[in-house]
């Protein structure tokens, strides 16, 4: 072989591998687009299909390629909007960096970021990541911040738009000796202790965002939908879907304000820490050496 092909053959393996293309139609122009992870199962699947039923570009999140085609078709046989499915494993600051590297190259426009995927306290075992997180923190917070964080100049550019936080009326105050619960774990506390921490982080970016045209809102959606983590539990159904459907989705369509914790439908109120600036300033700190963000 000439030596110029060689070096063009050497130069190409060197070469990162280039993203794969998604499956799904691109949105049209003026089309409203808005990520929902967490959408291959329980509220999220329901808001993506209410919201691509609306006409929106949906860009669905999950695990599991599988069930994200399944959703993907639901939408296209409906007829109305559109939608594309992307994996990730947010168990992993790598991963959730490649899926935001993803969203970025093949989106010019986000108005809408719906931070819902989530795990539920089973199975109880405490787990960690490979980076050393406990997992119930790293999937339902860390994870959150550091794709909301990366997505946010996309945000900004399609204002006005709006972050909406799937969080929990389940809180458990985050304790700065052990963030990571090595002591004492329960898979309720870790759970309570993610989803505070998520508002937490709504209260700071909101204050952060003011007068910028993206709004940041969290809610508990409803209590006891027969969810995949709740059917899991074993614990019997308080709620709809449809309940916290509605509410998620009076978040993504309504200019309901910032900065604030709704409680289903109407304004709530959190955990007594949420309100803590100390303790924000802490998590804020905390959370950006274990994102390795700033
Ligand atoms: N159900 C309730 O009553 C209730 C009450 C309050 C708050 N919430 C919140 O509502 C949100 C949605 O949960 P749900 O009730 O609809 O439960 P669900 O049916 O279990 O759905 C959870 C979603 O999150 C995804 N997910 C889980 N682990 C993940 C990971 N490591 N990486 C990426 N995605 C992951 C799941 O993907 P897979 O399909 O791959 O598992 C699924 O799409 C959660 O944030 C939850 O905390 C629920």
Known sequence: MHFSAVLLVGLALLA???LPAQAGAAPQPGQRVILVTGATSGL????????????????LHGRDAKRGAEVLREIEQAGKGSARFYAADFASNAEVRGFAER????????????????????PPEREVTAEGHELRFQVNYLSTVLLTRLLLPRLLASSPARVVN??????????????????N????????????????????????????????????PATLMPTGMVLRSGRPPRSTIDDGARAVLQLVNEDMGTGRFFN???EGRA???????????RLKRVT???????
Request: glycine content about 8%.
């Open 166 to 183: 799937v969080s929990s009326l389940s809180a458990s105050p985050v304790d700065f000796d052990d963030v990571m619960i090595a002591k």
């Open 16 to 18: 990162p591998a280039p």
């Open 103 to 122: 969203i970025l190259r093949d989106y010019d426009r986000l108005h809408v970021l719906v931070n819902n995927a989530g795990i539920g306290s089973v």
């Open 288 to 294: 950006e050496e274990l994102i390795g963000l700033r």
């Open 44 to 59: 999220g699947r329901e808001v993506a299909i209410r919201l691509a039923a609306g006409g929106a570009h949906v860009i």
């Open 271 to 281: 955990h007594a820490q949420a309100y803590d600036v100390a303790a924000r300033d």
């Open 185 to 220: 774990y329960t898979s309720g506390r870790a759970y309570g202790q993610s989803k505070l921490a998520q508002v937490m982080f709504t209260f700071d970016l909101a204050a952060e965002l003011e007068g910028k045209g993206v709004t940041v809102n969290a809610l508990h």
């Open 264 to 266: 289903s439908l109407t």
